[in-house]
């Protein structure tokens, strides 16, 4: 049994509890109450019991935003099984590797979305047990096999330091990587009670957690399977959306799409965004036009929320190029390499310490040794803290991009473009447009006399390594720019697509011989 330590599950299940006929999920034409997804979560629970699964088993979930994925991960979690949930889209042998690393016992699929990975996986793990969330030839329909089990309130098979979640980050190296999360955890960021949370982001992501907390305050979750800017507008006024998660991608489309300024959206109390340094421009006019909603959070996988830039300080434009303050429950060092503290106004490597922080990441006690020090994390991120206490992020030390909410690794659009034939080698760098979005190119040179050109490349590319990690450029270049160690120039490379008016012939022809 859990213990009277605060745990995640047991919030959302007495969230649930305490207004039992409310709307607590909706998604399209379905309203299920409070009472339709508790009896759901102890069907389910049932279910994965009677086939052999328990306390410490590794349960792995392939869905978008269905309530039964929602429902089947506290349906696991009550087990006492340890729940991954990797984004359902990413690519197949992406998935069996992660499967895989996940130690799954045993595999939740969509079998309208995600049949062709779990095909892959039941290849690669057979002793795993497949059940799929509705009828299908492979595997057990868990749906039917619960709708035969009792809805009564089933005791808590966790204990509050069992690891409940593995969250996928590919961190700075872009090789499998899994936070453990633990049952205990602290009701942290609280959620106003009775919120109408739209998610239309993966549940698999930090908005996943948003959904479960507003449960656990009493609220309605609104699920909807993929961002569309006009179906979120609909939806705002239709439900009357009080909450929502849009990273600023897709902040930017809800701002240019054409019927924001007929929809009613006075419902909107908070738009919370994070994922990447937002464009202040954008910021302004999305305050501008939806009103003292914004709410940005610095937050890593890692720690959750550490800093925080609330509605009313997005009126002052100083402070929209800043990640606001932290928490008042969070410390933030900034330190210089060796961990020494730095002054403020200085520019360092960001550490934090939060309640919510990881218990490390799976399956790898030495990268957990070096990340963290007396429970302060090293994020990898760099930045500064000013007089005030305001948190600047300036960028990171690895160089990885985070492009409309995905980590893109050098290896992901490298690899595919080395494989061409008439390629010699390949570099990716990261460079921000207008909005200040992070934009993946990469640089190519050729074997001499090629006739390969860029859009070519970057169709290989597509075709090879999946749009995700296709770069929006590529340059071909008789010779990849060199720094004086002898490593590709990043920095040189950016300088020619962020430069006005695009490419510079002139600075590509200083580049011959390099």
């Known amino acids: 049994m859990a213990g009277e330590e605060p745990t995640y599950t047991a919030l959302v299940l007495a969230g649930l509890a305490r207004d039992r006929g409310r709307v607590a999920?909706?998604?399209?034409?379905?309203?299920l109450t409070a009472q339709d997804c508790l009896d759901a979560v102890h069907r389910l629970a049932r279910a994965l019991e009677r086939a052999g699964l328990g306390r410490g088993d590794g349960v792995t979930v392939l869905a978008g935003n269905r309530p039964e994925a929602l429902l089947v991960r506290l349906?696991?979690?009550?087990l006492g099984c340890r729940v991954a949930m990797p984004f359902p889209d990413a690519p197949v042998p992406e998935l069996v590797e992660l499967a895989r690393f996940a130690d799954t016992a045993a595999l939740v699929f969509d079998p309208g979305r995600c049949l062709p990975a779990?095909?892959?996986v039941a290849g690669a793990l057979p002793s795993a047990g497949l059940f799929a969330l509705g009828p299908t030839a492979l595997g057990a329909d868990?749906?039917?096999l619960a709708a035969s089990c009792s809805p009564a309130p089933l005791e808590p098979r966790y204990r509050p330091e069992d690891v409940m979640a593995l969250k996928f980050t590919g961190g700075t190296t872009g090789r499998p990587k899994a936070v453990m999360r633990r049952f205990a955890r602290p009701p942290r960021p609280p959620l106003l009670s009775g919120a109408v949370f739209l998610l239309c982001t993966p549940l698999c992501h930090g908005g996943g957690t948003t959904a479960d907390l507003a449960l656990a305050a009493g609220g309605t979750v609104v699920l909807q399977d993929g961002f569309e800017a006009g179906a979120v507008l609909a939806a705002v006024e239709r439900f009357r959306v009080s909450r929502t998660y849009l990273p600023p991608h897709l902040l930017y489309r809800l701002l240019d799409h054409p019927l924001l300024s007929s929809a009613d959206t006075g419902s909107l109390r908070r738009?919370?965004?994070?994922?990447?340094p937002p464009s202040p421009r954008r910021l302004a006019e999305g305050t501008r036009r939806l009103g003292r909603v914004l709410h940005q959070t610095y937050s890593l996988t890692e720690c959750g929320p550490?800093?925080?830039?609330g509605p009313d300080e997005h009126l002052d434009p100083r402070l929209l190029t800043t990640a606001g303050?932290?928490?008042?429950?969070t410390g933030v060092r900034i330190t210089d390499e060796d961990g020494a503290p730095l002054p403020p106004g200085a520019t360092g490597e960001i550490r934090v310490r939060t309640p919510t922080a990881m218990a490390g990441y799976w399956r790898d006690p030495e990268l957990t040794e070096q990340v963290l020090t007396d429970g302060w994390l090293r994020t990898g991120d760099l930045g500064g803290?000013?007089?005030?206490?305001?948190l600047t992020v300036a960028g990171r030390r690895a160089p990885m991009a985070v492009v409309e909410g995905h980590n893109v690794f050098p290896r992901d659009v490298e690899e595919p473009l080395r494989a061409h034939p008439e390629v010699r080698e390949a570099v990716m760098f990261a460079a921000t447009d207008a909005d200040r979005l992070e934009r993946v190119h990469a640089a190519v040179c050729v074997v001499p006399g090629s006739a390969v050109t860029a859009e070519q490349l970057r169709r290989w590319s597509v075709e090879r390594g999946g749009g995700r990690s296709a770069p929006d450029s590529v340059l071909v270049l008789p010779g990849i720019p060199l720094t004086g160690l002898g490593k590709p120039d990043l920095a040189a490379l950016r300088a020619l697509v962020e430069a006005p008016g695009g490419r510079a012939v002139a600075t590509l022809g200083a580049l011959e011989g390099a």
Not at 306 to 309: A, D
Not at 325 to 329: C, L, M, S, T
């Open 306 to 309: 550490v800093s925080r830039l």
């Open 271 to 276: 738009v919370t965004y994070t994922g990447c």
């Open 25 to 31: 999920v909706r998604y399209g034409g379905a309203a």
């Open 142 to 144: 868990l749906l039917d």
């Open 118 to 120: 779990a095909v892959a």
């Open 325 to 329: 303050r932290p928490f008042p429950d």
């Open 75 to 78: 349906a696991a979690n009550l």
């Open 385 to 390: 803290l000013d007089a005030a206490g305001y």
